[in-house]
């Protein structure tokens, strides 16, 4: 029994951070039964199914799509808002329904960054024992122990702490087409609303080596696209002695030859000159970028602690725009953060107005119990916070619906990755720029990069003919 606690989250020493091989347990102990996961949240969390899933099979189970028909069923949940919070828990109340009423040896596990947050542990423990095992983002390689140990009540494994490198893991992918790679852990930035460093840990970077072995890899088995994930990619390496810095390692996975690199999440305080070049140089990176700005006001990114002014936001995405040829560049931003005044909310407003993104995730404020925001005096009323989301939104879809018209007319590479729900023989894939397109073709083009003339433009897709 093992719960979070918040304050040992938040310690950051100089301690050398430990790359470890997992040992992974693999038995045919649950030979013949079935699981369901649900993952919530961001990429990493995507990528940390794959990782449960092999998991999983690695010691018998096998996916099922619904409930109904699981013997263990994982929900894999994120903390970063409170509506995540309540859909999770809406979920649980159907798992334990189905428990309760069909499956008694149904076996309920959640994991994730909510089971980080000693708040929904406590909640848990008072409100909810038909759940069989919380476990954390720190020690998900042990999942298969946990789950041969007798369960008698709910068994708590989460870990506040630091945090490893583990390495020797293997995953069970989503697509053939395109794989996430992790090239980073945890978060130091300790932006003032976010929950991300205490629920992932240290900012600790895995070896060059190691990622790009893994991009080999990925390649022979006929991979086209590889997305270089972390909370920061920008800092990748700086934790490390003799490493490759990010713009070196973009420049060696580029070498690599794979048809199409990407990375996310770039914070604007660590991009640096030769990863513009790096960029701008190699056709197999593409000339994608998200740039999360959360706010253009000085006075609330001082508050939020992010470490750039609008005016160096600007310049830096100015350069970008000047030197990345086609640069489509997206963003994240939060409305209502405690203190937002109408003049601040102006100042983002003005950003959008330069950047005229070609897309954004907009959220309104939410706290976090134990992040500094959420002890801030002047919360914003939830009414004035809805306002500035929809007026927001507004501009928001207008820039994006023009950057999607320059498009009419044009002939883009698209890599199809499956079928479009538009209806029969449609396809859908991303151009490098990372815009939707539906195309329709007779014949399968699924997994091929193809060349699309763009016929239509919407606000979120582009329609084309092959
Ligand atoms: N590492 C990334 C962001 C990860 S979280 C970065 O620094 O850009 C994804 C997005 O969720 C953030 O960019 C932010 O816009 C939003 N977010 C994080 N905490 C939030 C909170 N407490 N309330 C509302 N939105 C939040
Ligand atoms: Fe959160 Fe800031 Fe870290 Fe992004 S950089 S994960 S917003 S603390
Ligand atoms: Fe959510 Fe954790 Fe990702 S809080 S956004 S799943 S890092």
């Not at 994120?78 to 979920?91: L, S, T």
């Not at 005044?341 to 897309?359: A, I, Q």
Request: with cysteine.
């Amino acid at each position: 029994m093992n719960t979070p606690d918040l304050k040992k989250a938040r310690i950051r020493t100089k301690e050398k951070v430990k790359h470890i091989d997992a040992n992974i347990v693999r038995s045919n102990a649950f030979n013949g039964k079935k699981y369901y996961i649900k993952t919530y949240g961001c990429q990493m969390n995507e990528h940390d199914s794959e990782l449960i899933k092999n998991l999983l099979e690695g010691i018998g189970f096998l996916s099922v799509d619904s409930i109904e028909e699981a013997d263990l069923v994982i929900l894999n949940t994120c903390a970063i808002r409170e509506n995540a919070h309540d859909k999770v828990f809406g979920f649980l109340g159907r798992c334990k329904h189905e428990k309760e009423k069909n499956n008694p040896n149904m076996i309920i596990a959640v994991c994730g960054c909510m089971a980080q947050e000693p708040s929904v542990c406590e909640e848990i423990q008072n409100k909810h024992k038909y759940i069989d095992l919380v476990f954390g983002t720190h020690n998900m390689h042990n999942l298969p122990t946990y789950l041969l140990n007798k369960m008698d009540k709910t068994d708590f494994e989460v870990e506040s702490k630091e945090g490893e490198v583990i390495e020797n893991l293997s995953y069970t992918r989503d697509s053939n087409i395109s794989a996430w790679v992790n090239i980073m852990y945890g978060c130091d930035k300790f932006c003032t609303y976010c929950i991300v460093p205490y629920t992932r840990g240290k900012q600790r970077s895995r070896r060059s080596e190691k990622i790009l072995e893994e991009i080999k890899e990925l390649k022979k088995e006929g991979y086209k696209e590889i997305t270089l994930l972390g909370q920061n990619v920008n800092a990748y390496g700086k934790d490390l002695e003799d490493e490759l810095s990010f713009a070196e390692l973009l420049e060696e996975a580029a070498k690599t030859n794979i048809d199409r690199i990407r990375f996310v999440t770039s914070h604007p305080w660590d991009f640096t000159d030769e990863m513009i070049d790096v960029i701008a140089k190699y056709d197999n990176i593409m000339p994608y970028i998200h740039l999360p700005l959360q706010s253009g006001s000085d006075n609330i990114l001082k508050k939020m602690g992010r470490r750039y002014t609008k005016e160096e936001y600007l310049t830096l995405f100015n350069k970008l725009k000047t030197k990345i040829k086609g640069a489509s560049i997206t963003t994240d931003i939060i409305v209502g953060f405690p203190g937002e005044t109408t003049e601040d909310f102006n100042e983002t407003l003005d950003v959008v107005d330069k950047c005229k993104y070609d897309g954004a995730f907009t959220f309104i404020y939410s706290p976090r119990i134990g992040t500094p925001a959420a002890v801030m005096t002047n919360q914003i009323d939830e009414e004035e916070k809805r306002n500035r989301l929809h007026t927001l939104n507004e501009k928001i879809n207008k820039y994006s619906l023009e950057s999607n018209k320059k498009y009419l007319g044009k002939t883009v590479k698209v890599l199809i990755n499956g079928h479009s729900d538009k209806g029969d023989n449609m396809y859908s894939g991303y151009t490098d720029s990372m815009k939707l397109v539906n195309v329709k073709s007779n014949k399968d083009i699924i997994g091929q990069i193809v060349d699309v003339k763009i016929t239509d433009a919407k606000s979120f897709s582009l329609d084309g003919e092959l």
